[in-house]
C-alpha cells in the first residue's frame, strides 16, 4: 500500500496533496455529521486491493464471467454474516449505494403506481422515501406521515388511519434526520391490518442494529431491512437488502439484473470484514458508547436552554434548532463550526419555513468521534465549544482560539486508520 502512495506521488502530486490534506482535516478536526464515520483499517486495505480489478455479474456459483473462485467465496462470507448479524433469512450485499438499495426494493416488489407510506423528508425521511424531486417520488405513489409539532413523535393512530384510506402495498419505516427510535410493532400491526409489507430503512442505525444497542425490526415480524453498509456499521460505501426467503429471489433479480451490473467486489470484500468485526464485543460496546455519547452531546445543549428536534435523542443524532436558539440559519452555523474544525451539515427542521441550503438546524451525531474512543465527558467538552461558537459567531479571536483547542484536543483520538 505505501508503495503504491509513493507510486501516486510521484505521478499525480495534485491527487495525492488532496489526500494526504484530507487526512489532515479528519485527523485534526471532530466529525460529527451522523452518516459519517471511520473505517476499519482492514477495510480501508481491501478497498484498494486487487478484487478492484475484477467483474462478477450474478451470483455466487451462477457468474456470467470466468475466474470467480475468491469473488465467490468472499461474498458468500459476506451474505452469511449478514444473515447471522441481522438475524434474517436472506442477504444481498451487492447495492452500490443506499439509494439503490431502496429502489431495488421498490422495483422488485411494486409495480409503478402503487402506494408507498413512509416519512416526509422534511420530517426526517430521506429522499429515496418519496420526496417529490426524486425519480422513485415520481414512479410510485407515496403516502407521508409527519410527526407531531409539539415533541415530535409518531402519530401511530394517524397513520394507521391514512394507511386504511390509502391501502399502501408498502409501509416503510426508517429515516435520516429523526432523532428517536420506532415503533415496529405498531408499524407491523397497521401494515398488517391493510396486507401490506413491512420495511425498516436503517441506514443510519444498522450499525446499532447490529451491535444490539437498538431494536431489530426482524423481531417484530418485519419482511425487510436495507442498510448501508458505511455510516454506523463502520464499513464501506454500499448497501445491503435483508429480507425474508419469500422475498429473496425477486429481490435478487431486482438488485441484478434489474438495476445494475457487476458489483463492486472490493467492497463485497470490506463488507464482510465489517460483518465480522460487528460480531465482537469491542463493536457491541462501540454501539452501546454511541448512544450513550449522543445522549451526553443532547443534554450539554437541553441544560443550556438549546432547542432540539424531539427535545432529545434516543438514537446517535441530534438536530439544533439554530435559528431559534442563536439567530443563526443552518448554513451560518455550519460555516461557523467549520471555522473551528467541527464538521457537521445544515438540516432542515419540521415544517421548516426556511429553504433547504439556508434551513432552520444543524444535524449531528456520534458514531465518529465514538470511533475515535470519545466518551460522554469528550461530548459535554465538544458540547460547550459549539455552544460557545455559536453565541459568539462574530468573534474571530475566540474561533481562532477555539480551533486550536480542538486541533490539540484532537492529537489524544488517532483516528482508525490513518
Not at 485534526?28 to 486487487?50: C, D, M, Q, R
Not at 422495483?107 to 425521511?125: F, V, Y
Not at 409518531?154 to 432523532?179: E, F, H, N, W
Not at 429553504?355 to 467538552?381: K, N, V
Request: proline letters at 5%; a negative charge.
Amino acid at each position: 500500500m505505501s508503495d503504491n502512495l509513493e507510486t501516486l506521488r510521484q505521478n499525480d502530486p495534485a491527487i495525492y496533496a488532496a489526500l494526504k490534506g484530507e487526512e489532515d482535516r479528519q485527523r485534526e478536526g471532530i466529525e460529527l455529521i451522523p452518516s459519517e464515520n471511520y473505517t476499519f483499517p482492514e477495510v480501508l486495505a481491501t478497498l484498494g486491493s486487487v478484487f478492484t480489478n475484477k467483474y462478477s455479474e450474478g451470483y455466487p456459483g451462477r457468474r456470467y464471467y470466468g475466474g470467480q473462485e475468491y469473488t465467490d467465496e468472499i461474498e458468500t462470507l459476506a451474505r452469511e454474516r449478514a444473515k447471522l448479524v441481522f438475524k434474517c433469512e436472506h442477504a444481498n450485499v451487492q447495492p452500490l449505494s443506499g439509494s439503490a438499495m431502496n429502489q431495488a426494493v421498490y422495483l422488485g416488489l411494486l409495480e409503478p403506481g402503487d402506494t408507498i407510506m413512509a416519512m416526509d423528508l422534511s420530517h426526517g425521511g430521506h429522499l429515496t422515501h418519496g420526496a417529490p424531486v426524486s425519480h422513485m417520488g415520481k414512479l410510485f405513489n407515496f403516502v407521508r406521515y409527519v410527526t407531531n409539532p409539539g415533541d415530535g413523535s409518531i402519530d401511530y393512530d394517524k397513520v394507521r388511519k391514512d394507511a386504511l384510506a390509502s391501502k399502501p402495498k408498502l409501509v416503510l419505516c426508517g429515516y435520516t434526520s429523526y432523532p428517536r427510535d420506532i415503533d415496529y410493532a405498531a408499524f407491523k400491526d397497521i401494515a398488517d391490518e391493510v396486507g401490506a409489507l413491512t420495511m425498516t430503512d436503517a441506514s443510519h442505525f444498522g450499525g446499532l442494529v447490529a451491535g444490539g444497542a437498538m431494536k431489530n425490526p426482524f423481531d417484530f415480524g418485519f419482511d425487510l431491512m436495507t442498510t448501508t453498509t458505511h455510516k454506523s456499521l463502520r464499513g464501506p460505501r454500499g448497501g445491503m437488502v435483508l429480507c425474508t426467503k419469500s422475498l429473496a429471489s425477486k429481490i435478487d433479480k431486482s438488485v441484478f439484473p434489474g438495476l445494475q451490473g457487476g458489483p463492486h467486489m472490493n467492497a463485497v470484500a470490506a463488507i464482510a470484514i465489517t460483518l465480522l468485526k460487528a460480531q465482537t464485543d469491542d463493536f457491541r460496546n462501540y454501539a452501546r458508547q454511541v448512544l450513550l455519547n449522543a445522549k451526553a452531546l443532547a443534554q450539554t445543549f437541553l441544560e443550556a436552554d438549546v432547542s432540539l428536534v424531539t427535545g432529545g435523542t434516543d438514537n446517535h443524532m441530534l438536530v439544533v434548532e439554530t435559528s431559534s436558539s442563536f439567530g443563526l440559519d443552518g448554513r451560518q452555523a455550519e460555516e461557523v463550526l467549520d471555522e473551528v474544525n467541527i464538521t457537521t451539515n445544515k438540516q432542515i427542521i419540521p415544517d421548516d419555513p426556511n429553504p433547504p441550503l439556508r434551513p432552520s438546524g444543524i444535524r449531528m451525531g456520534t458514531p465518529a468521534a465514538t470511533a475515535r474512543g470519545m466518551l460522554e465527558e469528550d461530548m459535554r467538552q465538544l458540547g460547550a465549544w459549539i455552544l460557545k461558537c455559536l453565541k459568539n459567531s462574530q468573534d474571530k479571536n475566540l474561533l481562532g482560539e477555539i480551533r486550536g483547542e480542538v486541533k490539540k484536543f484532537c492529537e489524544r483520538f488517532p483516528v482508525p486508520g490513518i
